[in-house]
């Protein structure tokens, strides 16, 4: 569903509206940037379109890139994906023993991967990412008891999946085929070139049901600096994909499992539920959308 701002503001007040905290692809130019700043999520057809073309021809340039290309197909198509605007959507991370929830009402910027999110409990407090800045707003530190930095983009690298695999700077290696659930799967590995975002060490292993073409497994590690020494990272983490809901002619999962990944490349200790909901398409926003408010706090480094 597209829902205008003035929508998405009454939804904000109703609602309380990775791994990664910088986009690891903006393919736009400085002239595109500039144009886009004033738009605001809606860019032009013909952008979009070239955009589209591109990475078409690039990913059919592999056997890796054409399983993506198919699952982006299968998912909706890249250029609905882009023409429909900035994406909203509620998503609610939650750890299974107990450590720190994250549930906010967020709001994306496809195209250039901007970020706003709202708290759930208090409609008040704001941190975002504009592309250059992370930035908070909140009247209680405790409010975010998390890295907002580091938050601000992860939700779309499991929600954006496949269509965030489009930009430069991204690489693809196909591994054997998997069987999940009774079902085979293409497997496809994505890892990203040094420079690439705040994380470049994070990779993906993207599971495809072989009939459907449909995303159905995330494997993943987190590396990002602010936690980690270099080469160093969390155990890589198993997502059962689930409960697939389309909006706008575009299919997302609504359920994210997480579990430990253990032997036989199988998932162990279940630790994390994530929930998504209250999904839609936003155009029209405000040009300062995704900009610290003022009194907001700027957040430096890692």
């Known amino acids: 569903m597209k829902i205008t701002i003035q929508t998405l503001s009454i939804v904000l007040l109703v609602f309380f509206t990775g791994c990664k905290e910088q986009p690891k ?142 930009g430069q700077g991204v690489n693809l290696e196909l591994l054997p085929q998997k069987v999940y659930k009774e079902k085979n799967n293409d497997v496809v590995k994505v890892t990203f070139d040094s420079g690439t975002g705040d994380a470049p060490d994070d990779y993906y292993i993207l599971y495809f049901n072989a009939d459907s073409h449909q995303l159905s497994v995330i494997r993943y590690i987190v590396s990002y600096p602010g936690y980690f020494k270099k080469g160093e990272h969390l155990p890589e983490k198993f997502m059962d994909v689930d409960e697939f809901k389309t909006v706008d002619g575009i299919i997302f999962p609504t359920l994210f499992k997480t579990h430990w990944l253990i032997e036989n490349d199988m998932p162990g200790e279940y630790i994390t539920k994530i929930e998504v909901g209250d999904i839609g398409f936003v155009q029209n926003l405000d040009s300062n959308f995704f900009e610290a408010p003022e009194g907001a706090k700027i957040i430096e480094g890692m």
């Not at 393919?27 to 073309?53: C, F, H, Q, Y």
């Not at 994406?87 to 450590?99: E, H, I, M, V």
């Not at 250039?112 to 530190?141: L, Y």
């Open 25 to 166: 692809s903006v393919d736009t130019s400085s002239e595109m940037k500039k144009e886009i700043a004033t738009t605001n999520a809606l860019v032009p057809a013909s952008w979009i379109a070239g955009r589209v073309k591109k990475a078409k021809n690039r990913l059919g340039q592999t056997e890796a890139g054409k399983v993506v290309w198919n699952a982006m197909e299968a998912h909706g198509g890249l250029d609905t994906w882009y023409n429909n605007g900035a994406l909203a959507f509620r998503f609610n991370y939650q750890p299974l023993d107990g450590s720190t929830q994250r549930d906010s009402y967020q709001t994306v910027d496809t195209w250039s991967n901007r970020a706003k999110h709202t708290s759930t409990s208090d409609s008040t407090a704001h941190f975002g990412w504009n592309g250059k800045t992370s930035w908070v707003q909140a009247k209680d530190s405790t409010a975010f008891a998390y890295d907002t930095k580091f938050w601000a983009l992860t939700p779309i690298y499991f929600l954006g999946q496949p269509f965030i695999l489009d």
